[in-house]
């Protein structure tokens, strides 16, 4: 009986020791396995250097190839095509002909401004005539009159009053015709002046009656054949058509609307880069001209950069994907524009210190490209050129370890200390 007290005694101890031995070897997994998916809980972060870097901010925006010049060249006058000398592709001169119109009425109105010039001619050799005989009569009565005057009053009653006169009348009549006779000839040069004035409004309308090249250029349409009624180009005229389009394509003038947000960082001068879509080229050139004024209904500011086209190669209307530098800053100390926390004003990066602890700094931003920005640090970060300063703030720096990431960065990059980048 003793013995069988002991074996079960024994059983009883080996099966608590079983027991106890499953129970801890379970506690201990389990704590395992909790230690895995804590760290599991927290998510890897990239870790990027703080590098120095040359940046430029560029504006990049899409536009399209202008001719210099592009006119719809018509006719002064009213007329029909007598001749037309070019077609479409046509590259013509400044002053070369274009057309020839046929104005009959306007030859016949020239011819009568010319007669009527003559005329006033004529009418002022008549009228100097008339001054000449005016003058001649005038100078005898007067002569008439003086000697009769001297001979009454040398001797009383020699002559008779009513002779002297008569001889004084006669006098101040002739007088009165000369004066007369020079206002003809005056009216006549006034009515001469007239008729040239006439007979140059006639000849210059002729010479509109020759439609010629306001610049050099190439026809890029044209709307009337030889025959046509062209009518004359007036704003007043609803009916009028064009003879021709005339482009200057040996220099081209690219415009773009710079948006409202940079237009006060452009400044004539500034280089730009265009890339040309249908030649696959990029081609470099300036600001030459700016509106300095936003357009009202779209908010941006028209921008003109001139290209030389005498080779030929840009043709108007090509598209172009043109980049144009705002701002440059040499050496900048630049992290990826990822990495930074920004709520309105404010930014915010995590740095990694030495002591692999992740501290939230804030710092002001300055230029960027498409990829990383210049920060400037207000924590003394070393390098930064700002060593010391705590401008921004008791709390502007601040430190937690680095299991704390996930619950303190809503993105995914840390920093080193900028002492290991520089």
């Not at 801890?24 to 704590?31: A, I, Q, V």
């Not at 937690?400 to 809503?410: I, K, L, V």
């Given at each position: 009986m003793t013995k069988k007290k002991w074996i079960w005694s024994v059983g009883t101890l080996l099966a608590a020791c079983?027991?106890?031995?499953?129970?801890?070897?379970?506690?201990?997994?389990?704590?395992?396995?909790?230690?895995?998916?804590?760290?599991?809980?927290?998510?890897?972060?990239?870790?990027?250097?703080?590098?120095?870097?040359?940046?430029?901010?560029?504006l990049a925006i899409a536009g399209e190839f202008k001719a210099f010049q592009d006119v719809?060249?018509?006719?002064?006058?009213?007329?029909?095509?007598?001749?037309?000398?070019?077609?479409?592709?046509d590259r013509v001169k400044e002053g070369q002909t274009i057309a020839v119109l046929e104005v009959p009425e306007l030859a016949a109105q020239l011819t009568g401004t010319e007669a009527s010039v003559r005329a006033a001619q004529e009418?002022?050799?008549?009228?100097?005539?008339?001054?000449?005989?005016?003058?001649?009569?005038?100078?005898?009565?007067?002569?008439?009159?003086?000697?009769?005057?001297?001979a009454a009053d040398s001797r009383a009653g020699l002559v008779a009053q009513q002779e002297v006169d008569d001889t004084q009348a006669k006098d101040l009549g002739t007088e009165a015709q000369t004066a007369s006779a020079e206002a003809e000839l005056a009216a006549a040069k006034q009515q001469l002046e007239?008729?040239?004035?006439?007979?140059?409004?006639?000849?210059?309308?002729?010479?509109?009656?020759?439609?010629?090249?306001?610049?050099?250029?190439?026809?890029?349409?044209?709307?009337a054949d030889t025959g046509a009624l062209i009518a004359a180009g007036t704003s007043s005229s609803t009916?009028?058509?064009?003879?021709?389009?005339?482009?200057?394509?040996?220099?081209?003038?690219?415009?773009?609307?710079?948006?409202?947000?940079?237009?006060?960082?452009?400044?004539?001068?500034?280089?730009?880069?265009?890339?040309?879509?249908?030649?696959?080229?990029?081609?470099?050139?300036?600001?030459?001209?700016?509106?300095?004024?936003?357009?009202?209904?779209?908010r941006t500011m028209e921008t003109e950069?001139?290209?030389?086209?005498?080779?030929?190669?840009?043709?108007?209307?090509?598209?172009?994907?043109?980049?144009?530098s705002l701002r440059e800053k040499k050496n900048a100390l630049t992290i990826p524009l990822q990495a930074v926390s920004r709520n309105?004003?404010?930014?915010?990066?995590?740095?990694?210190?030495?002591?692999?602890v992740v501290e939230e700094r804030k710092v002001r931003l300055g230029v960027e490209d498409s990829t990383r920005i210049s920060v400037f640090y207000h924590c003394g970060m070393p390098g930064s050129g700002d060593r010391g300063r705590r401008d921004a703030g008791a709390h502007a720096c601040r430190p937690?370890?680095?299991?704390?990431?996930?619950?303190?960065?809503?993105?995914d990059f840390l920093f080193r200390d900028a002492a290991t980048a520089d």
């Open positions: 079983l027991v106890a031995w499953i129970w801890l070897g379970r506690g201990s997994t389990e704590t395992g396995m909790h230690h895995v998916v804590a760290d599991a809980d927290i998510p890897p972060a990239a870790v990027a250097r703080v590098e120095r870097h040359n940046l430029g901010s560029t719809d060249v018509h006719a002064k006058v009213a007329g029909y095509i007598r001749k037309i000398y070019v077609d479409v592709g009418q002022i050799r008549k009228a100097e005539g008339d001054v000449q005989r005016a003058k001649s009569a005038h100078a005898a009565a007067h002569s008439a009159y003086a000697r009769l005057k001297q007239v008729a040239q004035a006439n007979q140059k409004q006639y000849t210059a309308l002729s010479s509109y009656t020759r439609i010629v090249a306001p610049f050099a250029g190439v026809i890029t349409n044209r709307y009916q009028a058509i064009p003879v021709v389009r005339l482009a200057q394509t040996s220099k081209l003038r690219l415009v773009l609307p710079i948006p409202e947000s940079v237009a006060a960082q452009i400044h004539l001068g500034d280089p730009v880069k265009v890339q040309v879509q249908a030649l696959n080229q990029e081609i470099e050139g300036k600001v030459c001209r700016f509106a300095d004024s936003l357009d009202r209904a779209t950069i001139d290209f030389d086209n005498r080779a030929g190669h840009l043709i108007p209307g090509m598209y172009t994907e043109t980049r144009l309105d004003e404010e930014a915010t990066v995590l740095a990694v210190t030495a002591d692999n937690f370890s680095a299991d704390q990431y996930p619950r303190r960065c809503g993105g």
